[in-house]
């Protein structure tokens, strides 16, 4: 069974994070995973109170059980179990699994977050319906937003304003350029953060790099260009926590894994717009403007759409690197 374990961490590791920061590391011990936070990679000012982080750890986590249940095995959850020694999630792997998962399976190595533009077709009705279908757990709530309906108008009003606070601020500034590699080179190494083509820019030096970053990249010309990538789309889907808590933002991790999964599998793109959630004051004006409920938290919100050509894939750090003794 721990063969077995270590092959699904691979696929766990393809799920998507902030940055792509990939704040995750592993345990295997007979027929349990764990699951820990590297809070060694977390986004202090992007993400203060680390609920993207658990976001992507949840994404991680849904990765591990398909994957499980395409190899004919269950895979039982617990969240922040009490009688561990750190904190983690803890997966019990056991025969027997009651899930069909081929397409989703098929799906992890091809998912990708593709920022570019997209053609500005409709999704239809009925993948549509397959993408909500696959949001399953009660702990969130999903909401969709169609491009050209008059509803978006507002959200992409809270996304403007996310990019204008955040291009404002130094401090995000620099710890995003300090994700971004820049060269072919600095992705090989790294192996991790944000590949400069596939945000658009061409490779060139780090010094230069920063220097686009802090100098020609400004908060209107950005919100501008993530205006335009919204209206190129089909739709907006936002993720809506029911509590504010660690078990929440692990919920929404899933919740928005499966999504994504369903739709690489029907050929649809997605990407993160999600401005208006991280900066807090926009957030809880966000909350307001959709009536939520209170402790209701508008978590993560998504493009979707169809694209013509693919992008290169952000890279992933090799299991071994993100493994540790049990």
Same mark, same amino acid.
């Given at each position: 069974?721990?063969? #077995?374990?270590?092959?699904?961490?691979?696929?766990?590791?393809?799920?998507?994070?902030?940055?792509?920061?990939?704040?995750?590391?592993?345990?295997? &011990?007979?027929?349990?995973?764990?699951?820990?936070p590297?809070?060694?990679?977390?986004?202090?000012?992007?993400?203060?109170?680390?609920?993207?982080?658990?976001?992507?750890?949840?994404?991680?986590?849904?990765n591990?059980?398909?994957? *499980?249940?395409?190899?004919?095995?269950?895979?039982?959850?617990?969240?922040?179990?009490?009688?561990?020694?750190?904190?983690?999630?803890?997966?019990?792997?056991?025969?027997?699994?009651?899930?069909?998962?081929?397409?989703?399976f098929?799906?992890?190595p091809?998912?990708?977050?593709?920022?570019?533009?997209?053609?500005?077709?409709?999704?239809?009705?009925?993948?549509?319906?397959?993408?909500?279908?696959?949001?399953?757990?009660?702990?969130?709530?999903?909401?969709?937003?169609? +491009?050209?309906?008059?509803?978006?108008?507002?959200? #992409?009003?809270? +996304?403007?304003?996310?990019?204008?606070?955040?291009f404002?601020?130094?401090?995000?500034?620099?710890?995003?350029?300090?994700?971004?590699?820049?060269?072919?080179?600095?992705?090989?190494?790294?192996?991790?953060?944000?590949?400069?083509? *596939?945000?658009?820019?061409?490779? +060139?030096?780090?010094?230069?790099?920063?220097?686009?970053?802090?100098?020609?990249?400004?908060?209107?010309?950005?919100?501008a260009?993530?205006?335009?990538?919204?209206?190129?789309?089909?739709?907006?889907?936002?993720?809506?926590?029911?509590?504010?808590?660690?078990?929440?933002?692990?919920d929404v991790?899933?919740?928005?894994?499966?999504?994504?999964?369903?739709?690489?599998?029907?050929?649809?793109?997605?990407?993160?717009?999600?401005?208006?959630?991280?900066?807090?004051? #926009?957030?809880?004006?966000?909350?307001?403007?959709?009536?939520?409920?209170?402790?209701?938290?508008?978590?993560?919100?998504?493009?979707?759409?169809?694209?013509?050509?693919?992008?290169?894939?952000?890279?992933?750090?090799?299991? &071994?690197?993100?493994?540790?003794?049990?």
């Open positions: 069974m721990e063969s #077995i374990a270590k092959q699904l961490i691979t696929l766990a590791v393809r799920a998507p994070s902030g940055h792509n920061t990939q704040p995750w590391q592993f345990s295997v &011990e007979q027929d349990t995973v764990r699951i820990y590297d809070l060694s990679r977390r986004l202090p000012v992007v993400d203060p109170d680390d609920h993207a982080l658990f976001i992507s750890l949840g994404c991680a986590l849904e591990l059980v398909i994957a *499980a249940a395409h190899q004919g095995l269950a895979a039982g959850v617990d969240y922040f179990p009490s009688d561990e020694p750190e904190e983690c999630l803890r997966v019990r792997l056991s025969e027997d699994a009651d899930e069909e998962t081929d397409a989703l098929q799906a992890i091809e998912r990708q977050s593709n920022r570019g533009t997209y053609d500005g077709r409709a999704i239809d009705d009925s993948d549509l319906a397959r993408l909500m279908d696959a949001h399953f757990r009660d702990s969130v709530k999903v909401r969709a937003f169609r +491009v050209g309906h008059p509803d978006i108008e507002p959200i #992409i009003g809270f +996304v403007r304003e996310g990019n204008i606070a955040q404002n601020d130094p401090a995000f500034v620099a710890e995003l350029v300090s994700w971004i590699r820049f060269t072919r080179r600095e992705v090989s190494d790294r192996q991790d953060g944000l590949a400069a083509v *596939a945000l658009g820019f061409p490779a +060139v030096p780090r010094w230069l790099g920063r220097w686009i970053m802090t100098t020609l990249v400004r908060p209107e010309g950005e919100a260009r993530q205006e335009k990538a919204i209206r190129s789309s089909s739709l907006l889907l936002l993720f809506i926590a029911r509590g504010n808590d660690k078990q929440h933002w692990v991790g899933r919740s928005f894994e499966r999504i994504a999964l369903t739709a690489t599998s029907l050929g649809i793109a997605h990407a993160h717009v999600n401005m208006p959630c991280e900066v807090a004051p #926009i957030r809880r004006r966000l909350a307001v403007h959709l009536g939520l409920d209170d402790g209701e938290q508008p978590l993560l919100l998504i493009r979707l759409g169809h694209v013509r050509k693919r992008l290169p894939t952000s890279p992933r750090r090799p299991v &071994e690197r993100v493994m540790r003794e049990p």
